[in-house]
């Protein structure tokens, strides 16, 4: 079945203590995004990749790190996590860097406290 | 499931209806639009999407209207059924497709009425 897995799917923590999310897809795409999900906010992009090892910046990137070291992983990674990065996170992947027919993850919970 | 957005503009329609959704954009420079869906709890699914160089594009139940002139983008939903209660959202992809970059609507919440 063609996905893209997130883990943890919930998670707490605390202001300062790194954290990271992992983010896989078995569809071989080539490009990968993260978006947090804000309250009247909608979707925004913090970083996306067009393969591996080329990533860039998105809209939110603040307070975040990605990589891309593998076609099918790519981990966000919060080193100083702040309560203002409590959010709803969502992985995606898309076989076109228009966009279109962009598979998402089933979302990260994250609260910072 | 997970609430996805407060203060959403919302639309509510009676099952059998259409719906119409809008959604509007600020680059001239975009060419390039999608519409997703999002369910309670769950990622944003791709509904349709439609370059600048049309104006109309249908899919199974679904047509997205571009007007550049006016930057608005509508999606049509027909014969509205229950199972399309969600959240939708229009994209645009600002750099031609030349790049991975995507902005998203803040959403429109439509509640279809048994």
């Known amino acids: 079945e063609a996905q893209v897995t997130q883990n943890p799917r919930y998670l707490i923590t605390v202001t300062g203590k790194k954290l990271t999310v992992t983010c896989s897809q078995n569809?071989?795409?080539?490009?990968m995004s993260w978006y947090r999900q804000d309250p009247g906010l909608g979707l925004r992009q913090i970083y996306y990749s067009m393969n591996v090892e080329v990533t860039d910046k998105g809209d939110v990137p603040e307070g975040y790190k990605v990589s891309r070291k593998e076609k099918r992983n790519f981990p966000l990674i919060l080193e100083s996590p702040s309560p203002n990065q409590t959010s709803l996170y969502f992985c995606?992947?898309?076989?076109?860097?228009?966009?279109?027919?962009?598979?998402f993850g089933p979302g990260t919970r994250l609260t910072v406290t | 499931g997970e609430s996805v957005g407060l203060h959403l503009p919302t639309l509510s329609v009676q099952e059998g209806d259409n719906s119409i959704i809008n959604c509007a954009y600020s680059?001239?420079?975009?060419?390039?639009f999608i519409w997703y869906k999002q369910e309670s709890g769950k990622g944003p699914q791709f509904i349709i999407d439609i370059r600048s160089n049309m104006d109309k594009r249908q899919g199974q139940r679904v047509t997205v209207l571009l007007n550049k002139t006016v930057k608005h983008l509508s999606l049509q939903i027909a014969a509205t059924q229950p199972g399309d209660s969600a959240v939708y959202f229009c994209?645009?992809?600002?750099?031609?497709?030349?790049?991975?970059?995507?902005?998203f609507g803040k959403g429109t919440l439509l509640t279809v009425n048994p």
């Open positions: 994209a645009e992809n600002r750099a031609g497709g030349s790049n991975y970059k995507l902005t």
């Open positions: 995606a992947s898309s076989s076109t860097r228009e966009g279109n027919e962009q598979y």
């Open positions: 680059n001239s420079a975009s060419d390039y």
């Open positions: 569809m071989n795409h080539e490009y």
